[in-house]
């Protein structure tokens, strides 16, 4: 085999080794940082149907990630945007902001915008939310009943 012969590496490890980062929480003391976050940004929105920035912090929370709105101005221009950081066992800031352009298109405020808005859409047609909702009232229809009995 050419790997052997020429000491490469073998495409079907450097493939396992690449799918090992992917959905892994960041550790900061590993370094490597931003490849890290990377691993976990560039991938999570296309797992997950998300409503709103709270939530996507609340998913990058498990991997140890926070996601920061970013306002301001700039040459006289309004700037929206947006920087991942890395959080500690703790939950405390543990690395320098990146900015989300640095992980593609996808990671940045205008398309988790639009997945926002995306998910919203669906969820008006889709029949969860009522199944959800009836199963909520029957639950708190429920919780009164007891309390009263009691």
């Known amino acids: 085999m050419l790997e052997t012969k020429y000491n490469l590496n073998k495409a079907t490890e450097q493939e396992q080794k690449q799918a090992d980062k992917i959905f892994k929480p960041v550790n900061h003391k590993n370094g490597d940082i931003k490849s890290q976050v990377a691993s976990v940004v560039r991938h999570l929105p296309k797992y997950y149907s998300l409503p709103t920035l709270g939530s996507y912090n609340a998913l990058l929370s498990l991997f140890n990630i926070t996601a920061e709105a970013v306002k301001g101005e700039r040459n006289d221009q309004s700037v929206n945007g947006l920087v991942y950081v890395a ?21 940045g405020i205008a398309h988790l915008q639009k997945h926002f808005e995306q998910f919203k859409e669906k969820m008006k047609t889709n029949p969860t939310k009522s199944v959800l909702k ?4 029957l639950a708190i229809q429920a919780t009164k009943g007891n309390l009263k009995s009691n």
């Open 87 to 107: 959080l500690d066992e703790n939950g405390n800031k543990a690395s320098n902001p990146f900015k989300a352009s640095l992980f593609g298109k996808d990671a």
């Open 134 to 137: 009836n199963t909520v009232e």
